[in-house]
Protein backbone atom coordinates (compact mmCIF):
# COMPACT_ATOMS: atom_id res chain seq x y z
CA UNK A 1 0.00 0.00 0.00
CA UNK A 2 1.64 3.24 -1.32
CA UNK A 3 0.59 6.53 0.76
CA UNK A 4 -0.53 8.59 -1.85
CA UNK A 5 -4.38 8.79 -1.44
CA UNK A 6 -5.37 11.77 -4.54
CA UNK A 7 -4.40 10.96 -8.44
CA UNK A 8 -4.71 14.12 -9.85
CA UNK A 9 -5.05 17.99 -8.94
CA UNK A 10 -7.92 19.73 -10.58
CA UNK A 11 -7.31 22.79 -9.77
CA UNK A 12 -5.22 24.61 -7.40
CA UNK A 13 -5.98 28.93 -6.28
CA UNK A 14 -3.27 30.24 -4.39
CA UNK A 15 -4.47 31.02 -0.51
CA UNK A 16 -8.07 30.31 -1.65
CA UNK A 17 -9.27 26.38 -2.92
CA UNK A 18 -7.31 23.04 -4.23
CA UNK A 19 -9.67 20.60 -6.05
CA UNK A 20 -7.94 16.97 -5.93
CA UNK A 21 -9.59 13.16 -7.60
CA UNK A 22 -9.11 10.05 -6.30
CA UNK A 23 -10.08 7.14 -8.62
CA UNK A 24 -11.73 3.86 -6.40
CA UNK A 25 -9.77 0.90 -8.40
CA UNK A 26 -11.19 -3.04 -6.96
CA UNK A 27 -7.79 -3.89 -6.92
CA UNK A 28 -6.80 -1.52 -4.12
CA UNK A 29 -5.01 -3.88 -1.76
CA UNK A 30 -7.25 -2.02 0.99
CA UNK A 31 -10.26 -3.24 -0.28
CA UNK A 32 -9.10 -7.18 0.43
CA UNK A 33 -10.24 -6.20 3.81
CA UNK A 34 -12.41 -3.52 3.85
CA UNK A 35 -14.95 -5.99 3.86
CA UNK A 36 -14.14 -9.67 3.11
CA UNK A 37 -16.77 -11.57 2.51
CA UNK A 38 -18.33 -13.44 5.85
CA UNK A 39 -20.45 -16.24 6.47
CA UNK A 40 -23.91 -15.41 4.08
CA UNK A 41 -22.69 -11.93 3.46
CA UNK A 42 -20.71 -11.15 0.14
CA UNK A 43 -17.59 -8.85 0.07
CA UNK A 44 -18.20 -5.28 0.55
CA UNK A 45 -15.48 -3.18 -0.78
CA UNK A 46 -15.47 0.33 0.24
CA UNK A 47 -12.46 2.71 0.72
CA UNK A 48 -12.24 3.23 4.72
CA UNK A 49 -13.63 6.91 5.55
CA UNK A 50 -9.91 7.75 7.37
CA UNK A 51 -8.49 7.11 4.01
CA UNK A 52 -11.01 9.44 2.70
CA UNK A 53 -9.77 11.76 5.40
CA UNK A 54 -6.55 11.61 4.53
CA UNK A 55 -7.00 12.26 0.79
CA UNK A 56 -8.77 15.01 2.01
CA UNK A 57 -5.63 16.06 4.26
CA UNK A 58 -3.20 15.85 1.40
CA UNK A 59 -5.43 18.72 -1.10
CA UNK A 60 -5.88 20.56 1.90
CA UNK A 61 -2.00 19.71 3.27
CA UNK A 62 -0.84 20.99 -0.75
CA UNK A 63 -3.25 24.05 -0.12
CA UNK A 64 -1.64 25.31 3.28
CA UNK A 65 1.88 24.12 1.62
CA UNK A 66 1.73 26.02 -1.53
CA UNK A 67 0.53 29.22 -0.11
CA UNK A 68 3.86 29.58 1.69
CA UNK A 69 5.51 28.28 -1.12
CA UNK A 70 6.58 25.05 0.55
CA UNK A 71 8.65 26.87 3.49
CA UNK A 72 6.86 25.21 5.41
CA UNK A 73 6.36 21.59 7.32
CA UNK A 74 2.47 21.09 7.54
CA UNK A 75 1.13 18.09 9.42
CA UNK A 76 -2.25 17.22 10.45
CA UNK A 77 -2.68 18.53 13.86
CA UNK A 78 -6.65 18.27 14.21
CA UNK A 79 -9.83 16.64 12.52
CA UNK A 80 -11.96 19.27 13.87
CA UNK A 81 -15.10 16.89 12.24
CA UNK A 82 -15.49 14.73 9.62
CA UNK A 83 -19.17 13.33 8.82
CA UNK A 84 -19.89 10.83 6.41
CA UNK A 85 -23.16 10.67 4.51
CA UNK A 86 -22.23 7.83 1.52
CA UNK A 87 -19.85 5.12 0.91
CA UNK A 88 -16.78 5.30 -1.80
CA UNK A 89 -17.30 1.66 -3.70
CA UNK A 90 -15.32 0.48 -6.41
CA UNK A 91 -15.88 2.28 -10.36
CA UNK A 92 -16.76 6.10 -8.43
CA UNK A 93 -14.02 8.78 -8.00
CA UNK A 94 -13.69 10.83 -5.00
CA UNK A 95 -13.55 14.76 -5.38
CA UNK A 96 -12.17 16.82 -2.90
CA UNK A 97 -12.68 20.34 -2.78
CA UNK A 98 -10.38 22.17 0.21
CA UNK A 99 -10.68 25.84 1.40
CA UNK A 100 -8.30 27.35 3.18
CA UNK A 101 -10.47 29.30 6.01
CA UNK A 102 -7.25 30.32 8.15
CA UNK A 103 -3.59 30.62 7.86
CA UNK A 104 -0.88 32.33 9.99
CA UNK A 105 2.52 31.28 11.73
CA UNK A 106 1.34 28.13 13.95
CA UNK A 107 -0.94 26.59 11.52
CA UNK A 108 -4.19 26.97 9.42
CA UNK A 109 -7.47 25.87 9.37
CA UNK A 110 -9.48 24.34 6.60
CA UNK A 111 -12.97 23.25 5.70
CA UNK A 112 -13.62 20.33 2.69
CA UNK A 113 -16.23 18.52 0.82
CA UNK A 114 -16.07 15.43 -0.72
CA UNK A 115 -18.20 14.17 -3.58
CA UNK A 116 -18.92 11.19 -4.83
CA UNK A 117 -18.71 11.06 -8.84
CA UNK A 118 -20.09 8.65 -11.03
CA UNK A 119 -17.43 8.57 -14.19
CA UNK A 120 -20.14 6.64 -16.17
CA UNK A 121 -23.18 9.08 -15.84
CA UNK A 122 -20.96 12.17 -14.75
CA UNK A 123 -23.42 12.70 -11.53
CA UNK A 124 -21.43 14.01 -8.14
CA UNK A 125 -23.41 13.16 -5.09
CA UNK A 126 -21.79 14.91 -1.49
CA UNK A 127 -20.07 11.64 0.42
CA UNK A 128 -18.36 14.37 3.74
CA UNK A 129 -17.81 17.27 4.72
CA UNK A 130 -14.56 17.25 6.61
CA UNK A 131 -12.91 20.15 8.70
CA UNK A 132 -8.97 20.27 9.44
CA UNK A 133 -6.06 22.00 11.22
CA UNK A 134 -2.73 21.76 10.33
CA UNK A 135 0.36 22.41 12.20
CA UNK A 136 3.89 24.15 11.17
CA UNK A 137 6.26 21.74 13.03
CA UNK A 138 9.61 24.32 13.41
CA UNK A 139 7.11 26.59 15.04
CA UNK A 140 5.51 24.18 16.91
CA UNK A 141 7.06 21.25 17.95
CA UNK A 142 10.54 22.24 19.93
CA UNK A 143 12.90 19.49 21.07
CA UNK A 144 11.42 17.03 18.51
CA UNK A 145 14.70 16.05 16.06
CA UNK A 146 13.28 15.86 12.98
CA UNK A 147 15.18 16.95 9.67
CA UNK A 148 15.85 20.10 7.93
CA UNK A 149 14.90 19.46 4.71
CA UNK A 150 10.88 19.71 3.49
CA UNK A 151 10.34 15.85 4.25
CA UNK A 152 6.19 16.48 4.03
CA UNK A 153 6.31 17.60 0.19
CA UNK A 154 7.26 14.50 -1.36
CA UNK A 155 8.43 14.17 -4.95
CA UNK A 156 4.96 12.30 -4.87
CA UNK A 157 2.93 15.59 -4.58
CA UNK A 158 5.43 17.78 -6.49
CA UNK A 159 4.93 15.63 -9.86
CA UNK A 160 1.02 16.15 -8.98
CA UNK A 161 1.63 19.71 -8.91
CA UNK A 162 3.73 19.85 -11.97
CA UNK A 163 1.36 17.50 -13.62
CA UNK A 164 -1.86 20.34 -13.02
CA UNK A 165 0.87 23.29 -14.16
CA UNK A 166 0.70 25.17 -10.65
CA UNK A 167 3.35 26.86 -10.33
CA UNK B 1 -24.66 48.24 19.63
CA UNK B 2 -22.67 46.89 21.92
CA UNK B 3 -22.66 43.34 23.50
CA UNK B 4 -23.63 42.71 26.91
CA UNK B 5 -21.13 40.10 29.08
CA UNK B 6 -24.19 37.74 28.93
CA UNK B 7 -24.05 37.97 25.15
CA UNK B 8 -20.07 37.52 25.18
CA UNK B 9 -20.42 34.63 27.09
CA UNK B 10 -22.46 33.18 24.88
CA UNK B 11 -20.82 33.08 22.17
CA UNK B 12 -17.74 32.18 24.13
CA UNK B 13 -19.74 29.25 25.05
CA UNK B 14 -20.32 28.39 21.40
CA UNK B 15 -16.74 28.77 20.30
CA UNK B 16 -15.15 26.19 23.08
CA UNK B 17 -18.54 23.69 22.55
CA UNK B 18 -17.16 23.70 19.07
CA UNK B 19 -13.07 23.86 19.25
CA UNK B 20 -13.38 21.16 21.94
CA UNK B 21 -16.26 18.85 21.44
CA UNK B 22 -17.86 19.59 24.89
CA UNK B 23 -21.46 20.40 26.29
CA UNK B 24 -22.99 23.78 26.95
CA UNK B 25 -23.20 22.28 30.71
CA UNK B 26 -19.24 22.27 30.55
CA UNK B 27 -18.91 25.77 29.87
CA UNK B 28 -18.95 27.25 33.50
CA UNK B 29 -17.34 30.39 33.95
CA UNK B 30 -14.77 28.93 36.01
CA UNK B 31 -13.98 25.79 33.96
CA UNK B 32 -10.75 25.54 33.10
CA UNK B 33 -9.98 24.90 29.42
CA UNK B 34 -7.01 22.53 30.04
CA UNK B 35 -7.93 21.35 33.21
CA UNK B 36 -11.52 20.76 32.54
CA UNK B 37 -12.25 20.90 29.03
CA UNK B 38 -9.37 18.85 28.25
CA UNK B 39 -8.10 21.47 25.80
CA UNK B 40 -4.49 20.57 23.61
CA UNK B 41 -2.25 23.29 22.43
CA UNK B 42 -3.57 22.76 18.81
CA UNK B 43 -6.71 23.54 20.73
CA UNK B 44 -6.10 26.94 21.17
CA UNK B 45 -5.18 28.05 17.88
CA UNK B 46 -8.60 26.99 16.71
CA UNK B 47 -9.89 29.03 19.54
CA UNK B 48 -8.07 31.82 18.18
CA UNK B 49 -9.68 31.23 14.63
CA UNK B 50 -13.11 31.00 15.89
CA UNK B 51 -13.02 33.94 17.83
CA UNK B 52 -11.48 36.22 15.70
CA UNK B 53 -14.81 35.12 13.30
CA UNK B 54 -17.42 34.69 15.59
CA UNK B 55 -16.11 38.47 16.98
CA UNK B 56 -15.04 39.97 13.68
CA UNK B 57 -11.93 41.19 15.73
CA UNK B 58 -8.01 40.09 14.82
CA UNK B 59 -6.40 38.03 17.48
CA UNK B 60 -2.58 37.68 17.75
CA UNK B 61 -1.84 34.06 19.11
CA UNK B 62 0.56 35.59 21.81
CA UNK B 63 -2.65 38.55 22.65
CA UNK B 64 -4.04 35.26 24.33
CA UNK B 65 -1.68 32.83 24.51
CA UNK B 66 1.63 34.28 26.20
CA UNK B 67 3.94 31.54 25.07
CA UNK B 68 6.58 33.71 24.36
CA UNK B 69 6.59 34.83 27.92
CA UNK B 70 7.04 31.00 29.01
CA UNK B 71 10.23 30.39 27.01
CA UNK B 72 11.97 33.62 27.44
CA UNK B 73 14.78 33.21 29.87
CA UNK B 74 14.52 36.96 30.72
CA UNK B 75 11.31 35.48 32.02
CA UNK B 76 12.18 31.84 33.33
CA UNK B 77 14.12 30.60 35.51
CA UNK B 78 14.43 26.65 36.72
CA UNK B 79 10.83 26.05 35.24
CA UNK B 80 9.33 29.03 37.77
CA UNK B 81 8.19 32.80 36.25
CA UNK B 82 10.40 35.37 37.82
CA UNK B 83 9.40 38.66 39.31
CA UNK B 84 9.68 40.27 36.22
CA UNK B 85 8.15 37.59 34.53
CA UNK B 86 5.07 38.18 36.58
CA UNK B 87 5.16 41.55 35.55
CA UNK B 88 5.22 41.28 32.03
CA UNK B 89 2.04 38.52 32.39
CA UNK B 90 0.18 40.83 34.66
CA UNK B 91 0.78 43.75 31.20
CA UNK B 92 0.20 41.08 28.44
CA UNK B 93 -3.03 39.44 30.49
CA UNK B 94 -5.12 42.34 31.90
CA UNK B 95 -8.02 40.12 30.93
CA UNK B 96 -6.97 37.16 33.71
CA UNK B 97 -6.79 36.04 37.21
CA UNK B 98 -3.09 35.42 37.89
CA UNK B 99 -3.70 35.42 42.00
CA UNK B 100 -3.48 31.18 42.08
CA UNK B 101 -0.94 31.42 39.58
CA UNK B 102 1.26 33.54 41.73
CA UNK B 103 1.25 30.94 44.70
CA UNK B 104 2.71 28.48 41.93
CA UNK B 105 4.41 30.29 39.15
CA UNK B 106 5.55 26.87 37.99
CA UNK B 107 5.00 27.22 33.96
CA UNK B 108 3.50 24.06 34.05
CA UNK B 109 1.03 25.25 35.98
CA UNK B 110 0.00 28.09 33.67
CA UNK B 111 -2.46 26.66 31.55
CA UNK B 112 -4.58 26.91 34.70
CA UNK B 113 -4.92 30.72 34.16
CA UNK B 114 -7.24 29.94 31.04
CA UNK B 115 -10.61 29.94 32.30
CA UNK B 116 -13.41 30.14 30.22
CA UNK B 117 -13.82 33.58 32.34
CA UNK B 118 -10.43 34.57 31.19
CA UNK B 119 -11.37 34.17 27.61
CA UNK B 120 -14.13 36.43 27.73
CA UNK B 121 -12.86 39.03 29.27
CA UNK B 122 -10.33 38.96 26.47
CA UNK B 123 -12.86 39.26 23.92
CA UNK B 124 -14.82 42.13 26.35
CA UNK B 125 -11.65 44.37 26.03
CA UNK B 126 -10.96 43.69 22.64
CA UNK B 127 -14.24 44.55 21.55
CA UNK B 128 -13.41 47.88 23.44
CA UNK C 1 -0.45 -5.52 2.81
CA UNK C 2 -3.01 -6.27 4.60
CA UNK C 3 -5.22 -3.36 6.41
CA UNK C 4 -5.48 -4.97 10.08
CA UNK C 5 -3.90 -2.59 12.34
CA UNK C 6 -5.31 -4.10 15.70
CA UNK C 7 -2.10 -6.94 16.83
CA UNK C 8 -3.10 -7.58 20.17
CA UNK C 9 -6.03 -7.48 22.67
CA UNK C 10 -4.85 -6.42 26.23
CA UNK C 11 -8.02 -6.27 27.68
CA UNK C 12 -11.64 -6.69 27.28
CA UNK C 13 -14.94 -5.81 28.77
CA UNK C 14 -18.78 -4.92 26.89
CA UNK C 15 -18.10 -1.13 26.82
CA UNK C 16 -13.80 -0.57 26.50
CA UNK C 17 -11.29 -2.47 24.94
CA UNK C 18 -7.26 -1.89 25.15
CA UNK C 19 -4.89 -3.05 22.51
CA UNK C 20 -1.59 -2.57 20.78
CA UNK C 21 -0.20 -1.83 16.98
CA UNK C 22 3.24 -2.15 17.04
CA UNK C 23 4.94 -0.07 13.99
CA UNK C 24 7.54 -1.50 12.23
CA UNK C 25 9.76 -0.43 9.09
CA UNK C 26 8.11 -3.74 7.49
CA UNK C 27 5.16 -1.63 6.56
CA UNK C 28 5.09 -0.46 3.01
CA UNK C 29 3.42 2.85 3.60
CA UNK C 30 5.54 4.75 5.84
CA UNK C 31 8.11 4.27 2.77
CA UNK C 32 5.58 7.49 1.81
CA UNK C 33 5.13 8.83 5.04
CA UNK C 34 8.01 10.11 5.20
CA UNK C 35 11.15 9.42 2.76
CA UNK C 36 13.82 9.60 5.56
CA UNK C 37 11.36 10.17 8.14
CA UNK C 38 9.07 7.35 8.86
CA UNK C 39 5.85 8.11 11.21
CA UNK C 40 2.81 6.28 11.51
CA UNK C 41 0.39 8.71 9.64
CA UNK C 42 -2.27 10.52 11.44
CA UNK C 43 -5.31 9.22 10.19
CA UNK C 44 -3.52 5.19 10.80
CA UNK C 45 -3.93 6.12 14.20
CA UNK C 46 -7.41 7.01 13.99
CA UNK C 47 -8.01 3.77 12.10
CA UNK C 48 -6.10 2.31 14.76
CA UNK C 49 -8.69 3.39 17.45
CA UNK C 50 -11.80 2.67 15.01
CA UNK C 51 -10.75 -1.00 14.16
CA UNK C 52 -10.65 -1.38 17.61
CA UNK C 53 -13.75 0.04 18.71
CA UNK C 54 -15.24 -2.08 16.08
CA UNK C 55 -14.48 -5.28 17.99
CA UNK C 56 -17.11 -3.60 21.04
CA UNK C 57 -19.65 -2.64 17.92
CA UNK C 58 -19.83 -6.21 16.78
CA UNK C 59 -20.39 -7.15 20.62
CA UNK C 60 -21.40 -10.42 22.18
CA UNK C 61 -23.58 -11.22 19.22
CA UNK C 62 -23.62 -14.51 17.36
CA UNK C 63 -22.49 -13.56 13.73
CA UNK C 64 -20.76 -10.33 14.45
CA UNK C 65 -19.25 -10.17 11.16
CA UNK C 66 -22.48 -9.68 9.19
CA UNK C 67 -22.49 -6.31 10.33
CA UNK C 68 -19.88 -4.52 8.69
CA UNK C 69 -19.03 -0.89 10.78
CA UNK C 70 -18.40 2.24 9.62
CA UNK C 71 -17.15 5.32 10.34
CA UNK C 72 -20.18 8.17 10.22
CA UNK C 73 -18.96 10.92 12.40
CA UNK C 74 -15.17 12.08 13.84
CA UNK C 75 -15.32 14.69 16.27
CA UNK C 76 -11.85 16.72 17.66
CA UNK C 77 -9.26 14.10 16.94
CA UNK C 78 -6.20 15.68 18.00
CA UNK C 79 -2.45 14.49 17.54
CA UNK C 80 0.22 15.02 19.85
CA UNK C 81 3.37 12.67 19.44
CA UNK C 82 5.11 10.88 16.73
CA UNK C 83 4.77 7.24 16.71
CA UNK C 84 8.32 6.00 14.58
CA UNK C 85 9.25 2.56 13.80
CA UNK C 86 10.36 0.49 16.47
CA UNK C 87 7.31 1.87 18.89
CA UNK C 88 3.74 0.52 19.98
CA UNK C 89 0.86 2.68 20.39
CA UNK C 90 -1.31 1.66 22.78
CA UNK C 91 -5.03 2.02 22.25
CA UNK C 92 -8.06 2.62 24.62
CA UNK C 93 -11.48 3.07 23.68
CA UNK C 94 -15.04 3.07 25.14
CA UNK C 95 -18.22 2.89 24.25
CA UNK C 96 -20.25 5.85 24.89
CA UNK C 97 -23.35 4.41 23.92
CA UNK C 98 -25.43 2.78 21.41
CA UNK C 99 -28.97 3.42 19.52
CA UNK C 100 -30.29 3.04 16.15
CA UNK C 101 -27.75 5.47 14.46
CA UNK C 102 -24.78 3.38 15.94
CA UNK C 103 -22.19 3.34 18.60
CA UNK C 104 -20.59 6.63 20.25
CA UNK C 105 -16.75 6.17 21.37
CA UNK C 106 -13.97 7.90 23.21
CA UNK C 107 -10.50 6.66 21.61
CA UNK C 108 -6.96 7.74 22.97
CA UNK C 109 -4.03 5.93 21.79
CA UNK C 110 -0.50 6.55 23.82
CA UNK C 111 3.38 6.19 22.67
CA UNK C 112 5.35 5.47 25.57
CA UNK C 113 2.86 6.90 28.28
CA UNK C 114 2.73 10.52 26.08
CA UNK C 115 -0.59 11.06 24.59
CA UNK C 116 -0.58 10.63 20.39
CA UNK C 117 -3.82 10.87 19.59
CA UNK C 118 -7.47 11.58 20.96
CA UNK C 119 -10.99 11.68 20.03
CA UNK C 120 -14.50 10.83 19.30
CA UNK C 121 -16.28 9.17 16.40
CA UNK C 122 -19.20 7.32 15.61
CA UNK C 123 -19.90 3.87 14.04
CA UNK C 124 -22.64 2.59 11.83
CA UNK C 125 -23.64 -0.06 9.58
CA UNK C 126 -22.95 -0.04 6.42
CA UNK C 127 -25.43 0.05 4.01
CA UNK C 128 -25.64 -2.53 1.24
CA UNK C 129 -24.50 -1.55 -1.83
CA UNK C 130 -27.35 -0.35 -3.93
CA UNK C 131 -28.94 -2.26 -6.94
Known amino acids: MRWIWIDRILSLDRGERCVAIKNIAAGEDVLFDHFPAHGDRPAQPVLPNTLIIEGMAQTAGILVGHANDFAEKVILAKIGRATFTADARPGYTLRHTATLDRLDASGAATTGVTELLDPATGEATPLATIELMFSHIDHNRAGLAFPEHNFVFTSQFMDLLRDAGVK | ?128 | MRFELIDRILERQPDRLTAVKNVTTAEEYLGDHFPGFPVLPGVMMLETLVQAARLLAEGEADSPRDVAWVVRDVRNVRYGQMVRPGQTLAVEVTLRSRDDAGCEFQGKGTVEGQVAVQGRFRLAPLAPAPG
Open chain 2, 1 to 128: MAMTQDEVFGKVQEVLEDALGVDDDEVTPDAKLVGDLGAESIDFLDIVFRLEKAFDIKIEQSELFPENVLNDPKYVNDGEVTDTGMEELRKRLPHADLSEFEQSRKVEDFSNVFTVDAIVKFVQTKLG
